[in-house]
């Protein structure tokens, strides 16, 4: 049975930096994807970021040269590092382990930024 579990989130003030953490059993993420997405309260869930089974990294723009998407084989976990923290970051944070063709899904952790 696969679990995904996010942590990290918090009350951060704006410019602070958070790591949120998705921790995976039941699959190897050395050979996943792992996406990351977000949802603001009455928005949609929107994609942030991405480190494919081959290690390669995107961004959606609004977090490009502030987030970092990485993972650790060894620890079987993803990792998404936000720096300089703005208000319009704050959401529930998702991540989601996809090995083709099924993904997993985590529930979330709320990450709110003060101005």
């Known amino acids: 049975q696969v679990q995904v579990v996010e942590s990290g989130g918090g009350l951060v003030q704006a410019g602070g930096s958070l790591r949120l953490s998705c921790v995976v059993s039941?699959?190897?993420?050395?050979?996943?994807?792992i996406n990351w997405f977000r949802q603001a309260p009455g928005k949609q869930r929107e994609w942030v970021a991405i480190i494919t089974n081959e290690g390669n990294t995107n961004y959606a723009d609004p977090v490009k040269g502030r987030f970092t998407v990485s993972r650790d084989n060894a620890k079987n976990t993803g990792y998404l590092q936000m720096n300089n923290l703005k208000a319009e970051d704050t959401a529930v944070y998702y991540c989601r382990v996809t090995r083709w063709p099924s993904s997993y899904w985590g529930q979330g952790t709320q990450v709110t930024v003060s101005s």
């Open positions: 039941g699959i190897a993420v050395s050979v996943s994807s």
